[in-house]
């Protein structure tokens, strides 16, 4: 048995309390907080269930979110072009949050998901 306190990604509640968390680190930092607070000017009142029901979607297999999100970054790359370095530093805050409060499978998972999604994201984007 493992004694490390971190919980997995294995329920919804601990998957609204990563996506919080990496929303926090995203929105104070200086490379993508400006996307999503000057550029797409997101309510988080709305893009925050969003996220939270298209990682439960991914990970839990729930069914709520159906949206099609190459689209919405393909808008959002035409108004504010997006990088290589974005992409990176995206992929850094949501793994570096991952290790530092969650652990285990689905935690795995949601890594190599993010990692492929963001890859696949660039290359539509031709990036
Ligand atoms: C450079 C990296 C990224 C940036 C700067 C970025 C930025 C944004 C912004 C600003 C929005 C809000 C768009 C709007 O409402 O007009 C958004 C939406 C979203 N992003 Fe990203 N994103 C990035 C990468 C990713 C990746 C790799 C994923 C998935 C693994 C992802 C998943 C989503 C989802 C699910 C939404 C919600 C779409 C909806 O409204 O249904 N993003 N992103």
Redesign the pocket.
Known sequence: MSDDPRPDLNCRENVERFVDCFYQRLLADEQ?AP??LD??R?DLQV?LP??KS?WCKLLLGENAYR?H?MN??RQ?HARRS?GSA??ER?LNLFCDTLDRSFTGPYSQKARR??GA??AN?QQGLSI
């Open positions: 993508l996307i999503f550029v797409a997101i893009h969003l996220i298209y949206r999100t919405i970054h959002l997006l974005d992409f995206w998901i993010a999604i963001a994201m």
